[in-house]
């Protein structure tokens, strides 16, 4: 059994852990890191997944099982590469798989698959969510049943080309090729209710703000508190929590906001750089302990295109506030 900051997973190279408990068990959607031999050029390219496994925990205490391949992409029609970090979510009896991955022309849509277990097998869908682009799908599931996508990554996560609200595959230094700059606000995550089926979006996606103790939205140049992927959301006495990765400055961050949408005030760090290059979380209530699941690149000695996933326990106080963690050196 895997003990607290240790990988959970050793058979294989996982990612990017989305946490749930469905029916009193403890299920784990990563993604499969395969890895290639490309350069990290920013495009993500060296990131190469192709597959799901979900793993499942009878207890923090237990072994994580190996449910076996709950999706492929050869069985995805519309895609073409990349499926990456996913997530997942239950409603009407039915499991649902929230993927992204690349469509024909090389554009990242999120996809949907169908099962009638926490494992899968699960079915795509023929078609990507209509109006659905980026990636790090992530659902909240509300106390009243409505259920929110969340979405959003820069640089390979091909924020920067959603700015005019079409796809620009080169936007042009004019149009900010890398995105906004110095005090100009930073891109934003996008963010939809889901219609009751679950497959599709109830709006269009739109942005969901992130401000500072003054109000004002974060900066580009604030590189250490703005968004950059990895969208998730839980919720604590009333209130909405929305979580990210700050991508290249390495730090898990917390926001927290009066509704599923925001706006989101910053609050501060859940978890110190690891060791690779960046870092990718959920959170979840597991018999009454909060836990944070994210994943380093311990077993591969560091390389960031082969991870593995860990947890720790989560310390929130009665107002909400995380106890920073600072994951130990090994």
């Given amino acids: ?45 060296h990131f190469w997944m192709e597959d799901y ?113 079409e796809f620009v595959p080169n936007p042009g230094a004019s149009a900010g090729e890398d995105g906004p700059q110095g005090d100009q606000p930073a891109l934003l995550p996008f963010a939809a209710e889901l219609n009751d089926d679950m497959i599709s ?8 703000e992130i401000r500072d103790e003054n109000g004002e939205l974060l900066k580009a140049a604030d590189t250490d508190r703005r968004f950059f992927e990895g969208s998730w959301v839980h919720k604590f006495n009333g209130k909405y929590y929305f979580s990210y990765s700050t991508g290249d400055t390495h730090y898990l961050a917390y926001a927290e906001g009066e509704t599923p949408f925001g706006p989101f005030t910053y609050k501060g760090r859940i978890l110190e750089p690891v060791l690779g290059w960046t870092t990718h979380h959920s959170i979840v209530e597991v018999d009454g302990q909060w836990v944070l699941f994210y994943h380093d690149a311990e077993l591969s000695g560091g390389k960031t295109q082969l991870r593995n996933i860990k947890y720790t326990p989560l310390e929130i106080a009665p107002d909400g506030t995380i106890t920073t963690i600072t994951p130990p050196v090994r």
């Fill in 1 to 45: 059994m895997a003990k607290p900051h240790t990988p959970l997973v050793t058979g294989i190279y996982t990612a990017d852990p989305s946490a749930h408990v469905f029916d009193g068990k403890i299920y784990i959607y990563p993604s499969h890191d395969l890895g290639n031999d490309k350069e990290d050029d920013g495009s993500g390219d």
């Fill in 201 to 208: 979006l109830a709006e269009p996606l739109r942005t969901i």
């Fill in 53 to 165: 496994h979900v793993f499942s925990l009878e207890s923090l205490d237990a072994e994580a099982v190996d449910e076996g391949e709950a999706l492929h992409i050869k069985d995805v029609p519309w895609a073409s590469e990349q499926m990456w970090a996913p997530d997942a979510a239950t409603k009407n009896g039915k499991y649902y798989l929230y993927f992204p991955a690349k469509d024909k022309d090389g554009i990242f849509r999120i996809g949907v698959a169908v099962g009638d277990s926490p494992a899968g097998p699960f079915t795509p869908e023929t078609d990507y969510i209509a109006g659905s682009f980026t990636i790090d799908p992530a659902v909240f599931v509300d106390d009243d049943g409505k259920a929110y996508l969340y979405v959003g990554g820069l640089w390979g996560g091909q924020l920067e080309k959603w700015q005019t609200g």
